[in-house]
């Protein structure tokens, strides 16, 4: 990863649906996040995933955070926030499946901008799932300074899942 | 570069999840969709849409292939056959949340082959949705020459490339 704790988390824009309260089922209209203006000031849990409704993605590494929401914000975490390579539209839609609400936020890097920024763009064409994915990892930022990094070596779920994540907090 | 009445169609390998009658809320492992082997001597209606889950294509599009799929199968229609950029994880759960039920192919176009081959992909980077799209079309392949070819001008809509448009033409 380019980055590493003691730096500063780089600016990109991000989509997302956000969840409406009042109408859970609409599909609301996409909204942009650029990462400095969302995560000044706050405390941020940020975790990536390779792809939404992917197998170890949604049985190992989703569950963990969707389980540990509440805990990491009694931890003084402002923001948990998932970021994928699919569209803000897939992202939602994934995250409807686990029920997150607002708890976490679905965020798409279909850009491949972040993905880039942070040096974990990977390329998934040999196994025809598109040129533009994400390696497995975990940040913690704090006031846009990296406190944390876990970036998954392998296959599965070590370093950058919610456990690994809440230990550090 | 674009497809027109008349070419062969490009042949290009697309994934797919298989439906399993028998479990059908399996995630099963993804096949591989040779259009050119898997279209030899039949006749085949494909249909290519910018994403799964997206508002028009989940609201107007996918569905009415869905509810016409039997109809369009009763005029000598062998394999209905829905084609995105999106992959087959991301189209598997799509074809359950829409009761796909294994009546179409939902391939995954995500490394761009198609688009490409036919120029009809579409750049949503704008959108942040990636530059790798398929815009929105309908095309009926006999035998490995397309037969017919609708592209939406708008693709955000769906005026020349639904079900009904190609019944009409079957």
């Known amino acids: 990863?380019?980055?590493?704790?003691?730096?500063?988390?780089?600016?990109?824009?991000?989509?997302?649906?956000?969840?409406?309260?009042?109408?859970?089922?609409?599909?609301?209209?996409?909204?942009?996040?650029?990462?400095?203006?969302?995560?000044?000031?706050?405390?941020?849990?940020?975790?990536?995933?390779?792809?939404?409704?992917?197998?170890?993605?949604?049985?190992?590494?989703?569950?963990?955070?969707?389980?540990?929401?509440?805990?990491?914000?009694?931890?003084?975490?402002?923001?948990?926030?998932?970021?994928?390579?699919?569209?803000?539209?897939?992202?939602?839609?994934?995250?409807?499946?686990?029920?997150?609400?607002?708890?976490?936020?679905?965020?798409?890097?279909?850009?491949?901008?972040?993905?880039?920024?942070?040096?974990?763009?990977?390329?998934?064409?040999?196994?025809?799932?598109?040129?533009?994915?994400?390696?497995?990892?975990?940040?913690?930022?704090?006031?846009?300074?990296?406190?944390?990094?876990?970036v998954e070596p392998v296959r599965g779920v070590s370093?950058?899942?919610?456990?690994?994540?809440?230990?550090?907090l | 570069m674009s497809l027109k009445v008349g070419d062969e169609f490009p042949q290009v390998l697309l994934k797919y999840a298989p439906y399993d009658a028998a479990n059908p809320g399996a995630c099963a492992a993804p096949q591989v969709l040779d259009t050119n082997n898997d279209f030899a001597g039949k006749k085949v209606v494909v249909f290519g849409l910018p994403g799964a889950f997206t508002p028009t294509c989940s609201a107007q599009h996918l569905p009415a292939f869905v509810a016409k799929a039997d109809a369009i199968k009763a005029k000598g229609v062998d394999l209905i056959v829905c084609v995105a950029s999106n992959d087959t994880f991301v189209l598997d759960a799509w074809a359950k949340q829409e009761n796909v039920n294994g009546k179409i192919i939902l391939a995954s176009d995500a490394n761009g082959d198609l688009g490409r081959a036919t120029g009809?992909?579409?750049?949503?980077s704008k959108l942040g949705m990636g530059s790798q799209r398929l815009t929105r079309f309908a095309v009926i392949v006999d035998n490995g020459k397309v037969a017919h070819l609708s592209v939406e001008s708008n693709p955000s809509e769906?005026?020349?490339?639904?079900?009904?448009?190609?019944l009409a033409a079957l």
């Open chain 1, 159 to 168: 370093v950058s899942g919610a456990d690994a994540v809440l230990a550090k």
């Open chain 2, 120 to 124: 009809l992909s579409l750049d949503l």
């Open chain 2, 158 to 166: 769906v005026a020349v490339s639904g079900a009904d448009n190609v």
């Open chain 1, 1 to 150: 990863m380019a980055v590493k704790i003691g730096d500063v988390f780089p600016d990109a824009v991000l989509t997302y649906i956000p969840y409406d309260a009042h109408n859970p089922e609409a599909c609301g209209l996409p909204q942009r996040l650029a990462t400095h203006e969302a995560f000044r000031g706050k405390k941020v849990v940020l975790f990536a995933v390779p792809g939404a409704f992917t197998p170890t993605c949604s049985e190992e590494h989703m569950p963990g955070y969707v389980e540990h929401v509440g805990e990491l914000k009694s931890r003084g975490v402002d923001i948990v926030a998932c970021v994928g390579p699919n569209d803000q539209f897939v992202m939602h839609a994934w995250g409807r499946s686990y029920k997150v609400k607002d708890d976490i936020l679905m965020l798409s890097d279909a850009n491949g901008d972040l993905g880039r920024a942070l040096g974990v763009a990977s390329d998934g064409t040999a196994q025809r799932m598109g040129p533009v994915r994400l390696t497995r990892f975990a940040v913690v930022i704090d006031d846009l300074r990296v406190v944390y990094v876990g």
